[in-house]
């Protein structure tokens, strides 16, 4: 019932919707007598249609000039109407003008039950008004309303709402004071007496504001809620489907609260004086920055949790006061939170905390302090997402004590023996490195306990990693292994982060793991990571080679000539070769494989069979770019091809393909031409690892681009 289940439904409903409109505007021109039948099943119809599925612009139009302008509708019906008037996008600053107009006392106003509900109307859909600011014009046509009696609480409840500073005035504080002796401390009146004392509280003084006074709810959260359902129907089925921002330089208003709304204070600032400036003054830019030094705190800095513009001004004016006051709040929070007392709801406080990381990218230490005792009582599974995304801000802290106040109870509370839960996990650390190495790269001077953080944190995740693609070895899993070492890679190849950390490199059972993966793509992102990890090393150890000792840069290296091996030298699990390691093959295992393949009678050795041509993940590639050369060479010689090559392509077949009058290319012309084909598929990684680590094939590729020039 909250929208349209397909377009063909949808443009039924609306139609119906205009339909009904239509005879409800064509009865409202009509006595009773004339209708020659009741209007009333009509209304109904329309009222029903309106709950539905919301009122567009255009139909709304209809209504507010049909509850705002003399017609022979009677009060039930048009009543009827206002309660239903549920508006499906945001309100125009038009639609508040004309309801404004229709306000007071004539002939041709509506009554004043009917200006009453249209005024609790505008308080319903105050948050929703695409400028609100048309009601802050508004302002002193609504003052003078409040001698009104019929109306004067809703008045009230929608001046509340709309009051600044600058509409305190002498003059309106004087009016209100008289107005609230007249009534006899109307509730109403004092609950606008007590908005204006926060702007002026050494001004208004008294007994006045002591009284009973209106609390300003929101008239009908059913009504709200309904509203909100019908708004992101709405907004599913058009095409701009984002949530309305935040104001970044208004504070944010939101005094009619439905129900589940957060506990967070809004900004209000009670303590100011005349010279002073409130942020709730604020309007733009330049009203924060020409004011920046006069702007008084508001009561209850935990507001700045939820609004942009005091994040805003603490970020550019720090106060020594702000943090103990928010940490007192968050702490009492924490502590009802634990206890399960006070009606607390935990996914409110994470959208609070998730907002103030996510806006200001800092992690402060009253989270830390809130997540350590959280983290006890999270059952792994509420809010999940939320409590990864903003513990994905974590400072660079210690990562032993990080890791036990922090990273432990989370794992604890999310792993479940399963892969999904150790990706989520995985997810999240690739997310946290990703921050920190933002954070390194903004510093200015070299951070001392950088490298031992970072450090741990890898070491930790490598572990992870190992297991996950020996328990889940899938291309998907590989791609989220490799997502966090190309973290790792952008660290250990910036001249500049480097300063702050030290190369780590993969664990050598997950280099060969992923190399010998069945997906192009993991193998491409391989080499090019690894390609990245070389680049750091050179430019390591050209300032200092006392960081790394020559067991690890030979682990290293080891990878590298492996790899090139198989690929490029035909020499896979060789462990003759300096730095060779035989992909950690046992000799043992080699010689049984060796022996397996001569029985085949192939006319291939194992050594031969992870190369360009033959291997799993490239030979497909490999061939595909031969036939590419076989027709160039088809399309430039009028079909003068004898014969073509049934692959794989090794160097004895080409001389044996172009004595027949197949294409003659050369061996090295030939496996060059595959990493180009590979790096127009994408794949460039191959290739880049090729030519930073063998210098006679970047030497050959030189010769070859000078020689097309």
């Known amino acids: 019932m909250s929208g349209y289940q397909d377009d063909d439904d949808g443009f039924q409903g609306m139609q119906d919707l205009r339909d009904t409109l239509s005879d409800v505007v064509a009865a409202s021109k009509l006595t009773a007598k004339q209708r020659g039948s009741s209007v009333k099943p009509t209304v109904e119809k329309l009222t029903s249609l309106s709950y539905e599925q919301g009122l567009l612009p255009e139909d709304l139009s209809q209504l507010i000039d049909l509850v705002t302008t003399p017609t022979f509708l009677d009060q039930a019906s048009l009543g009827n109407i206002l309660r239903n008037l549920f508006p499906a996008a945001a309100v125009s600053a038009d639609f508040v003008v004309r309801i404004i107009g229709s306000l007071g006392h004539g002939k041709l106003k509506p009554s004043l039950a009917i200006q009453g509900a249209l005024l609790k109307w505008l308080v319903m859909i105050y948050h929703i008004i695409d400028n609100q600011i048309i009601l802050s ?59 204006f004392k926060d702007y002026y509280p050494e001004i208004i003084v008294g007994e006045v504001t002591r009284a009973k006074a209106s609390t300003f709810k929101h008239p009908d959260p059913q009504w709200r809620e309904r509203l909100d359902e019908i708004q992101a129907a709405h907004a599913a089925r058009t095409t701009d489907r984002s949530e309305r921002p935040l104001e970044a330089f208004r504070v944010a208003r939101n005094r009619t609260r439905g129900k ?230 952008v660290l250990a190849s910036d001249p500049k982060l480097l300063l702050h950390t030290r190369i780590m490199i993969p664990p050598s059972p997950l280099v060969y793991i992923l190399h010998f993966s069945f997906a192009p793509s993991s193998l491409a992102r391989l080499c090019s990571l690894l390609s990245k990890y070389k680049a750091g090393f050179q430019k390591a150890m050209a300032t200092s080679r006392s960081a790394y000792t020559s067991e690890y840069i030979n682990e290293f290296n080891g990878f590298l000539m492996d790899i090139c091996n198989c690929i490029w030298r035909s020499r896979a699990f060789n462990n003759n070769d300096v730095n060779a390691h035989g992909c950690l093959v046992s000799r043992i295992l080699t010689n049984d494989l060796m022996s397996y393949v001569n029985n085949l009678n192939m006319g291939n050795s194992l050594s031969s069979l992870f190369s360009l041509s033959y291997s799993p993940v490239l030979c497909l590639s490999a061939i595909s770019h031969f036939r590419e050369l076989e027709d160039e060479e088809l399309r430039q010689n009028e079909g003068e091809l004898s014969i073509r090559h049934a692959g794989p392509v090794t160097r004895a077949s080409l001389n044996a393909l172009a004595n027949k009058g197949g294409l003659r290319v050369g061996w090295d012309d030939y496996r060059l031409g595959v990493l180009s084909y590979l790096e127009r598929q994408g794949m460039a990684g191959v290739g880049e690892l090729m030519y930073n680590t063998m210098t006679n094939v970047m030497r050959r590729r030189s010769l070859m681009t000078e020689a097309a020039k």
């Open 260 to 489: 589940g709304s957060t506990q967070l204070p809004e900004v209000h600032t009670s303590n100011a004086t005349e010279n002073s400036i409130t942020l709730e003054e604020i309007e733009n830019v330049d009203g924060l920055v020409n004011n920046l030094e006069k702007i008084e705190l508001p009561n209850q800095l935990i507001a700045v949790l939820g609004d942009p513009l005091l994040q805003k001004l603490l970020t550019l004016k720090p106060h020594s006061e702000a943090h103990q006051r928010a940490s007192s709040w968050l702490a009492s929070y924490g502590q009802d939170l634990m206890s399960g007392e006070g009606g607390v709801d935990p996914s409110d406080c994470l959208e609070m905390l998730k907002a103030y990381a996510s806006s200001t990218r800092t992690f402060p230490p009253i989270f830390l302090a809130f997540f350590s005792e959280y983290l006890k009582i999270w059952n792994g599974q509420d809010g999940q997402d939320l409590v990864l995304a903003i513990l994905s801000y974590l400072p660079l802290l210690n990562f032993s004590e990080l890791f036990a106040s922090i990273l432990q109870p989370l794992e604890v509370k999310i792993l479940d023996n399963t892969t999904d839960s150790q990706l989520q996990l995985l997810d999240f650390y690739t997310n946290l490195l990703r921050r920190w190495t933002i954070h390194l790269a903004s510093l200015q001077e070299k951070s001392n306990q950088a490298s031992d953080i970072v450090a741990g944190l890898i070491t930790h995740v490598n572990d992870l990693c190992l297991t996950l693609v020996q328990t889940s070895p899938t291309a998907s899993t590989h791609s989220k292994v490799l997502d966090f070492y190309e973290q790792t890679s």
């Open 137 to 195: 014009r508004a302002y002193p046509v609504l003052f003078n309303l409040l001698d009104t009696a019929a109306i004067r609480k809703q008045l009230c409840h929608l001046l509340a709402l709309i009051t600044r500073r600058r509409h305190v005035r002498p003059y309106r504080i004087q009016s209100l004071l008289s107005l609230s002796r007249q009534t006899g401390n109307d509730p109403a009146v004092t609950g606008l007496l007590r908005v």
